[in-house]
Every structure is written in structure tokens, then in C-alpha cells.
T-cell receptor, first 118, second 112 residues
Framework: EAGVAQSPRYKIIEKRQSVAFWCNPI?????LYWYQQILGQGPKLLIQ????????DSQLPKDRFSAERLKGVDSTLKIQPAKLEDSAVYLC????????????????FGPGTRLTVT | AQSVTQLDSHVSVSEGTPVLLRCNYS??????LFWYVQHPNKGLQLLLK??????LVKGINGFEAEFKKSETSFHLTKPSAHMSDAAEYFC??????????FGTGTSLTVIP
């Protein structure tokens, strides 16, 4: 089974520029997540989709970050304009279902996109 | 609210000796807990998960973890470290909506 695909793997931009990341989840996975992992920290959830609807975007800086998941499959995460503190690895993950009150499903992670903002 | 605390940011062991990576959790209800490993420039890989079945959970590559509710702990162990175990390890607690809360990670170094 193919894993979660992400592109690009690396990106270097100047502050105030815009950037977009792409994610293709595992086939059939209804739930898709975007995480930000700053160097030396654990990943932090930015947004969670269930099919093409947003479940949680409470930690997404909406003044500069946006994400969409058209047709409930691929997703894009955009930053506009970028700041120095956005330098991080952006991870995409997917799970078969969102889980219920008493059970959680493992998430499968892509290799990530390493963003450097100069 | 859910959170995890990984008690050691760095652990160093000799090859062939036991590994212990410590994790305490906080959860407002019976949690699901996971351990993930991250090798340099690679994606996160699931080692094992606890979802209210057996308290001793066996994972891949000889790792296991024990859920102790009274101690709110979920420590990761392996009887004998291998050079290929050198990586970053993350303890994770999940919410009812399958939202993952990661610890800050433990970097494992294996000395030949």
C-alpha cells in the first residue's frame, strides 16, 4: 500500500513570500491532518479534515495560513505571507476514520516538507 | 485536556543494553496512547499503540510499553538496543476526535 505523499520535500523562501504544500493521503483514508514541527519540538496539529470538511482548525493561524481538501482526497496548505517563525517541517498525516469516543486510530505520516524562511 | 510529558530529552545507551524511554500522560478520560519513532529525514512511524485492551503492548522491532493507570505512565522499553534504534521517539495521547497531542520527544543515542 502506498504511503502518504508530500511535495515538495524542501523549500526555501524569503519572508513575506507565499508557499504551498501538497499532500496525497493513503487511498480510502477519510481523515487528513496537517502538523507543524518546529526544530526540537513535537508536531503540533494545525488542521484536521474529515473528507472535505474541516473538523478542527483552532490552532491554524488563519491570518496567514489556509488549507483546503477539495473532493476529499488531496490537500494543500498555504502560507501567505511567510514569517521567519514559520520555518519548520510541515507534516501531513491520514487515518482511516476519525476515531470515536473510546477508540483512536493510528495516523500514518508522510515524509514532511522542510520549510526555511530567510 | 490531554497532554504528555516525556521525562528525558536525551537518552544514551550502549548497544545490547536495555532501553527505557519514559512518558507520563494527562487525560480527562481513558486515553489512547501511542509511541512513534522518527529517523533523520524520515516520516514518523508507529511503534505501538494502547487502546484500552491489554495493558502490556508489544510493538515492532522488539519494543513494548506498559500502560499504568495508577501512575499515569506509558513507558517504552526494549531489552537490547541495536544501532538502528538511534532516532527520536515521541509519546502521543489522543483525544476523542483522534487529535494527537505529541510530547517533546526523546532522542535515543546507541553507543557501539
Amino acid at each position: 500500500e502506498a504511503g502518504v505523499a508530500q511535495s515538495p520535500r524542501y523549500k526555501i523562501i524569503e519572508k513575506r513570500q507565499s508557499v504551498a504544500f501538497w499532500c496525497n493521503p493513503i487511498s480510502g483514508h477519510a481523515t487528513l491532518y496537517w502538523y507543524q514541527q518546529i526544530l526540537g519540538q513535537g508536531p503540533k496539529l494545525l488542521i484536521q479534515f474529515q473528507n472535505n470538511g474541516v473538523v478542527d482548525d483552532s490552532q491554524l493561524p488563519k491570518d496567514r495560513f489556509s488549507a483546503e481538501r477539495l473532493k476529499g482526497v488531496d490537500s494543500t496548505l498555504k502560507i501567505q505571507p511567510a514569517k521567519l517563525e514559520d520555518s519548520a517541517v510541515y507534516l501531513c498525516a491520514s487515518s482511516l476514520v476519525p476515531g470515536g469516543a473510546f477508540y483512536s486510530y493510528e495516523q500514518y505520516f508522510g515524509p514532511g516538507t522542510r520549510l526555511t524562511v530567510t | 485536556a490531554q497532554s504528555v510529558t516525556q521525562l528525558d530529552s536525551h537518552v544514551s545507551v550502549s548497544e545490547g543494553t536495555p532501553v527505557l524511554l519514559r512518558c507520563n500522560y494527562s487525560s480527562s478520560y481513558s486515553p489512547s496512547l501511542f509511541w512513534y519513532v522518527q529517523h533523520p529525514n524520515k516520516g514518523l512511524q508507529l511503534l505501538l499503540k494502547y487502546t484500552s485492551a491489554a495493558t502490556l503492548v508489544k510493538g515492532i522491532n522488539g519494543f513494548e510499553a506498559e500502560f499504568k493507570k495508577s501512575e499515569t505512565s506509558f513507558h517504552l522499553t526494549k531489552p537490547s538496543a541495536h544501532m538502528s534504534d538511534a532516532a527520536e521517539y515521541f509519546c502521543v495521547v489522543s483525544s476523542a476526535g483522534n487529535q494527537f497531542y505529541f510530547g517533546t520527544g526523546t532522542s535515543l543515542t546507541v553507543i557501539p
